[in-house]
């Protein structure tokens, strides 16, 4: 099993991606306001380049099997950028979905050993849901 080693830089990284999630949570809730949702895409980016590194970030970007997420989750901050929140929300969720979709097992492992919200993601019912992309690999 490989330990994941937590220095100062990855606190920073994961609490700037957490604070990209909320501000783009509010973004959303106060009925796509673009200043929100471009902060929040910001964040998020520079929080996973500080989470596994610049270059690590990059490679996972420009790999041929991400192209199409990529492309997308680009376009869709663009949108964002010049003004078009609702459609830079529907291409950047898709390319989000298209990028992170090999995280979701890690993600469930992670749910899994929350004290109180673990118990929730430890039910039977829940587990064989999760169960069908335990083995695969995590794509960074």
Avoid: C, H
Avoid at 22 to 35: A, P, R, T
Avoid at 113 to 130: A, D, N, Y
Wanted: aromatic fraction near 20%.
């Amino acid at each position: 099993m490989v330990s994941f080693e937590m220095n100062d830089r990855k606190k920073i990284g994961l609490g700037l991606t957490g604070f990209g999630i909320f501000f783009s949570f509010l973004g959303i809730i106060f009925f796509f306001d673009k200043g929100f949702l471009a902060m929040g895409n910001i964040l998020f980016l520079s929080g996973v380049m500080l989470t596994i590194g610049l270059k690590s970030t990059m490679q996972f970007f420009i790999k041929p099997k991400n192209y199409k997420g990529t492309i997308s989750f680009g376009a869709g901050f663009f949108l964002i950028l010049i003004g078009w929140p609702v459609f830079g929300m529907i291409l950047e969720s898709y390319g989000f979905i298209v990028l992170f979709s090999g995280f979701w097992s890690t993600l469930a492992v992670f749910l899994q050993r929350i004290p109180v919200l673990g118990w929730i993601f430890q039910q039977p019912f829940v587990t064989s849901f999760l169960d069908r992309y335990r083995g695969k690999r995590v794509p960074v």
